[in-house]
T-cell receptor
Framework: DSGVTQTPKHLITATGQRVTLRCSPR?????VYWYQQSLDQGLQFLIQ???????AKGNILERFSAQQFPDLHSELNLSSLELGDSALYFC????????????FGPGTRLTVL | GEDVEQSLFLSVREGDSSVINCTYT??????LYWYKQEPGAGLQLLTY?????DMKQDQRLTVLLNKKDKHLSLRIADTQTGDSAIYFC????????????FGAGTTVTVRA
């Protein structure tokens, strides 16, 4: 158990819909990262937040957005869903200083029908 | 992860050593990592190496880093059935954001 929790574990929805994935980092971690794992793209970095502020953006679509709240949990919002958005979405957290060890949550499996 | 390359599959006999190879492109990467993903599970950090090191050993795991060739390897000694998983190599280029760039993953199958 990494100490990072993600909910829900599974999500099945239809095209065009909007979903919210939630992540709670390990106690004391200030950084949260979101990654997408799909068969064709592999593991791709989406976005990072540090202490409530966006720090870095990767291959994140404009239809996707995220935020980190004062209690440091984070939400990833996916809208106008397409079939190709079906993937495993991982959240990771780290202390956020020069030590780069990232701890991953169990992931949310999103299926878009 | 187009900047990090790994072979896709490795089959090894139980008790033998496994060697998983990875090449990366950013020579300024500060840390290089190996993660393990078991079926249906998240990623588990196995080990990492700082770029000023050539080798790191941790129980059955040995990481070798060749900076000149930008080559990283993970050796698992005495491979067990529980080592069957996907192994990801990842690099962390120096920046303020510490994001990871992953390879495609090597699926290791341990046969009896």
């Amino acid at each position: 158990d990494s100490g990072v929790t993600q909910t829900p574990k599974h999500l099945i929805t239809a095209t065009g819909q909007r979903v919210t994935l939630r992540c709670s980092p390990r106690s004391g971690d200030l950084s949260v990262y979101w990654y997408q794992q799909s068969l064709d793209q592999g593991l791709q970095f989406l976005i990072q937040y540090y202490n409530g502020e966006e720090r870095a953006k990767g291959n994140i679509l404009e239809r996707f957005s995220a935020q980190q709240f004062p209690d440091l949990h984070s939400e990833l919002n996916l809208s106008s869903l397409e079939l190709g958005d079906s993937a495993l979405y991982f959240c990771a957290s780290s202390r956020g200083n020069s030590y780069n060890e990232q701890f991953f949550g169990p992931g949310t499996r999103l299926t878009v029908l | 992860g187009e900047d990090v390359e790994q072979s896709l599959f490795l089959s090894v006999r139980e008790g033998d050593s496994s060697v998983i190879n990875c090449t990366y492109t950013d020579s300024s990467s500060t840390y290089l990592y190996w993660y393990k993903q078991e079926p249906g599970a998240g990623l588990q950090l196995l080990t990492y190496i700082f770029s000023n090191m050539d080798m790191k050993q941790d129980q059955r795991l040995t990481v070798l880093l060749n900076k000149k060739d930008k080559h990283l390897s993970l050796r698992i000694a005495d491979t067990q059935t529980g080592d069957s998983a996907i192994y990801f190599c990842a690099e962390s280029p120096p920046s303020n954001d510490y994001k990871l760039s992953f390879g495609a993953g090597t699926t290791v199958t341990v046969r009896a």
